[in-house]
């Protein structure tokens, strides 16, 4: 049976997987972003996915057979698109730091990304408005969405308190109106994700009849819209290594303005660390949405509040947040009292169901 509160810890630990992901990442000597990002995302959306699906699921290549090809599509389509979501994702984190990008980001994820499913499946009414456990999910929407803008607001706020060497020293390439830009762009692309896992649910019922326990059986729908997401992200990569000549740095080549080589074994290290923290935001998302009963859509909403939550407070363990003034930092915690309490809400509209 499912079990709402145990969907919403599962959500938690994918909101702390996604959040920490680019923390690894910071630590990468001597490559340029695109051979980073590549190397990183091999792990995310290639190793990972099939590696977990094939030891957690039955006959997993038996199942992706059987998946009609317009499922298929479907689910490689939304992949493709949220791939470009992700590589823009990356430079919100660059241009904006960990805190201010992931709630701008998230925030328009979240309302795309929990709304556009039952309203092109036809049954938000039935879903949402025409039952008290639809009603609580709405009002832990909201909830959320209060504590996106509150986070938000306090992101401003410090952007304004802080002076350029300050903030340069938070953020080493801040830059507000690009990162906003790119963060608006990242945050509707991204929400594509939330479409692809609901056009792969026949994939789910057919690794549910080969013998997947309920808790596995979003792992397969993970490979195709992982692959989609590859084949942005490495298309676009490519282009960046080509013209700025960069490939080299994975055999160690030192580039002109370095100083030192790059550190080859703790970079792939790193960097396969990152991707596969990556990943697992989704496999503990697709173990949290088995848990979430017949209004499994919401779990959109709990898993972008939980990474905002934590990517928030990563921001403060890298002193982003440093030098601002008490009133700012105390707006910044009364936005994550909100999601931490609209994970509780939407939890509890689905324990109703």
Request: charged share 10%; with cysteine; aromatic share 14%.
């Amino acid at each position: 049976m499912p079990n709402p509160l145990i969907g919403v810890f599962y959500h938690w630990l994918g909101g702390l997987s996604s959040a920490s992901f680019y923390v690894p990442y910071r630590g990468v000597r001597g490559w340029n972003w695109e051979v980073l990002w590549l190397t990183g995302g091999l792990f995310s959306w290639l190793v990972a996915p099939w590696l977990f699906a094939a030891v957690m699921t039955h006959d997993l290549i038996g199942v992706l057979a059987q998946v009609p090809a317009h499922t298929a599509g479907l689910c490689i389509l939304f992949g493709a698109l949220w791939g470009f979501g992700g590589l823009t994702y990356g430079l919100t984190m660059r241009y904006l730091g960990l805190s201010l990008g992931m709630a701008v980001v998230l925030g328009l994820c979240t309302v795309f990304g929990t709304l556009i499913p039952p309203i092109v499946q036809g049954d938000f009414a039935e879903k949402l408005l025409d039952t008290s456990s639809g009603r609580v999910i709405l009002l832990g929407l909201v909830v959320t969405l209060a504590g996106i803008v509150v986070v938000a607001a306090a992101g401003a706020r410090k952007n304004a308190a802080l002076g350029g060497a300050d903030q340069a020293d938070a953020v080493a390439e801040f830059d507000f109106r690009k990162g906003i830009g790119v963060a608006i762009f990242s945050g509707v692309m991204s929400s594509c994700f939330a479409f692809g896992l609901a056009a792969g649910e026949p994939v789910k019922a057919l690794s549910a009849a080969a013998g997947t326990g309920p808790l596995w059986t979003g792992l397969p729908v993970l490979c195709l819209v992982m692959f989609g997401g590859l084949v942005t992200n490495a298309l676009w990569c490519a282009a960046l290594i080509l013209r700025n000549r960069s490939g080299g740095q994975w055999l160690g080549r030192v580039e002109a303005a370095a100083s030192a080589r790059p550190p080859l074994a703790r970079n792939y290290l790193l960097a396969g660390l990152g991707g596969t923290l990556w990943y697992f935001q989704f496999f503990f998302y697709t173990m949290g949405e088995s848990q979430m009963g017949r209004l499994g859509f919401s779990s959109w909403t709990l898993h972008m509040a939980s990474i905002i939550i934590f990517g928030t407070l990563w921001g403060f363990a890298f002193r982003e947040w440093r030098g601002t003034p008490r009133a700012v930092r105390a707006t910044v915690w009364a936005g994550i009292a909100l999601l931490v309490g609209a994970t509780i809400v939407i939890g509890y509209g689905n324990s109703l169901a």
